[in-house]
């Protein structure tokens, strides 16, 4: 069974389930929901997120069925996989038994990292497009995903991350919420193997990410203004 951490799994469980199940190609279909509006709807149900997502409880069924079941730390991070090395794959592939010669052949293969479009960013990137739309700065026949490419153009040329953009996070007391069941969820995999330190560390580096787009600031920008006014031209 493989372990991550709680606020991980729910933040993709989001993007996979509410960002990008549902395709959105025209105006006509619903908007994106910012991580911090769905979380406001969700939050009194965490601890039911928690049975739901977590590794410990998908390990307590197994064990109930009497499996012999053994923890995978996809962060690396626990004190029993201190001594792996590689990158996920490899150290996964490396935790099966008998697979001594793949491993070996793993850990000595050069693996060029492979690029990939954010879903996070087309996301933001499209609940930017669906506001201005809404709110009339668009030029007519401008379709949704062109508007949104756009858009997603203009940040590559910029320069810009969605750090760079105005944003809106979780509250603290929706934050803390996550962080805790967070932690008591790693506790309850690792048991004594768990490094509380190390977790907090990993978590305030992590927490920005379920930040979304401030669409009412951005689009009171007068560069923003000016872009949906006079730079869209060349996709008309």
Not at 35 to 41: I, N, R, Y
Not at 84 to 103: A, H, I, K, Q, Y
Request: charge should be positive; charged fraction near 30%; glycine fraction near 6%.
């Amino acid at each position: 069974v493989t372990y991550r951490h709680f606020h991980e799994i729910l933040l993709s469980w989001y993007h996979e389930n509410i960002v990008t199940r549902k395709q959105r190609k025209e105006w006509e279909d619903d908007a994106i929901v910012s991580f911090p509006d769905w979380w406001k709807t969700e939050s009194q149900n965490i601890s039911d997120w928690r049975r739901r997502l977590g590794s410990s409880s998908v390990r307590d069924f197994f064990k109930q069925h009497l499996y012999n079941v053994t923890l995978f730390d996809f962060h690396g991070d626990s004190r029993i996989s201190s001594n792996e090395t590689g990158d996920l794959v490899t150290r996964f592939m490396c935790n099966l038994p008998g697979s001594n010669t793949l491993c070996s052949k793993l850990k000595h293969k050069a693996n060029p990292p492979v690029a990939r479009q954010s879903m996070k960013v087309y996301a933001q990137c499209d609940r930017i497009a669906m506001s201005a739309y809404k709110r009339g700065l668009l030029p007519n026949g401008l379709g949704r995903l062109r508007v949104t490419q756009a858009i997603q153009n203009r940040l590559e040329k910029k320069g810009w991350k969605l750090r760079d953009l105005p944003r809106e996070c979780l509250d603290e007391g929706r934050k803390r919420n996550i962080f805790s069941a967070s932690k008591d969820e790693g506790k309850a995999a690792w048991m004594g193997d768990f490094d509380d330190a190390l977790f907090l560390e990993k978590f305030e580096a992590y927490k920005e990410e379920f930040c979304a787009v401030n669409l009412d600031r951005l689009l009171q920008g007068k560069d923003w203004l000016e872009f949906f006014s006079n730079g869209l031209s060349h996709i008309l």
